[in-house]
């Protein structure tokens, strides 16, 4: 059902989206809710073609549906395994409310406190981060008992160096030597890779000189090659298109191609692979082989997570949320937090 608390305006709207489902044109969502997230689940397993089923992402970043210190605040605990326990209540929660794709946690090192979103991060310090890394991420994709299967997939971001965007301005481009890049800000990435995480954001940004989002580089001579990644790689919101206001493709069509060739596997937001990868296919055996692999990689990790044997949410999943352990774990992360 899933419809039963909605208005006239958002039926229409989710039968739409939902005929996308059904269409194969939808292979995961943002989404927060369990009911519509079944819906929407149902449309892609039992009334599609290939019965592919969907992951649902969203930000989950200090706690889900209780609220926990903003990461800067639990990394001054300097207890990774407080912070593990605290992502798995997260985790729990999020499951509990139609979420299986978590976009965190964001491991960015940052040393300029005017960036605003260094209250996302673990602060300045490569072990530190590393470490709230991997427990972050062994948290967040804890193994749910009822399915023998993680409740859901970390995506650790921002890849790679987000947290140098220069005077403190979100969005600018970042500059580093690349002993500073290796030694200190790709630690905490290294270490995510190392807990088993099973997917990964790309950053909006420019990495001396080189747009992440387009660079084989990055993504995958270092990401997949160097660090071993072998989960798949997401864009952040927009970020495939962004790249022609980086300059460093003529339109959205080749904003496509260079994000699929450089090791981007999924679109967020841009729209440009849903509009161009199927041109992209029949033009060129490269953008066919990049495409092909995209598909895999997403495939397993829906596999991973148990999909195809668990593809919805149960109700009875509710009773994780707000539990009066979560919130007692809330709380004594607040305490070991404070900072005099």
């Not at 989404?31 to 997230?37: L, N, S, T, V, Y």
């Not at 929407?40 to 200090?62: C, M, T």
């Not at 995510?192 to 990495?207: I, P, R, T």
Request: charged share 25%; with cysteine.
């Amino acid at each position: 059902s899933g419809l039963t608390d909605c208005n006239l305006g958002e039926r229409s709207s989710m039968e739409a989206e939902a005929e996308k489902v059904r269409e194969g044109l939808v292979g995961t969502m943002l989404m927060k809710g369990r009911k519509e997230a079944n819906y929407f689940q149902k449309a892609a397993v039992e009334e599609s073609r290939l019965g592919i089923p969907l992951l649902f992402g969203f930000d989950v970043i200090h706690g889900h549906k209780i609220v926990f210190p903003v990461p800067l605040g639990g990394a001054s605990t300097w207890d990774p395994q407080m912070l593990e326990e605290a992502e798995e209540y997260a985790a729990r929660e999020a499951y509990a409310d139609g979420i299986n794709w978590i976009y965190a946690p964001m491991i960015d090192l940052c040393r300029d406190p005017r960036w605003g979103r260094v209250a996302e991060g673990a602060g300045e310090d490569p072990l530190l981060g590393s470490l709230i890394a991997q427990a972050k991420v062994r948290g967040l994709q804890t193994i749910n008992p009822e399915t023998g299967y993680p409740y859901a997939a970390a995506c650790f971001k921002h890849f790679c160096g987000y947290g140098l965007s220069q005077g403190g301005r979100d969005y600018e481009e970042c500059e580093t030597s690349p002993r500073t890049l290796f030694m200190d800000y790709m630690k905490p990435y290294q270490a995510a890779v190392d807990a088993g995480a099973m997917s990964a954001m790309s950053a909006f940004s420019v990495l001396n000189g080189e747009a992440i989002t387009g660079s084989r580089h990055y993504l995958t001579e270092v990401l997949r090659e160097q660090f071993g990644f072998r989960g798949f790689v997401c864009s952040d919101y927009g970020a495939v298109k962004e790249l022609v206001h980086h300059r460093v493709a003529a339109d959205k069509k080749e904003a496509a191609a260079q994000a699929l060739l450089a090791g981007v596997d999924q679109d967020m937001g841009s729209h440009a692979f849903s509009d161009y990868c199927e041109a992209l296919y029949e033009e060129d055996q490269r953008f066919a082989d990049a495409v092909d692999e995209a598909v895999r990689r997403i495939l397993s990790v829906k596999f991973a997570l148990g999909l195809f044997e668990f593809p919805y949410f149960p109700e009875e999943a509710e009773k994780q949320i707000m539990t009066p352990e979560a919130r007692e774990a809330a709380r004594n992360v607040g305490r070991h937090s404070i900072v005099l």
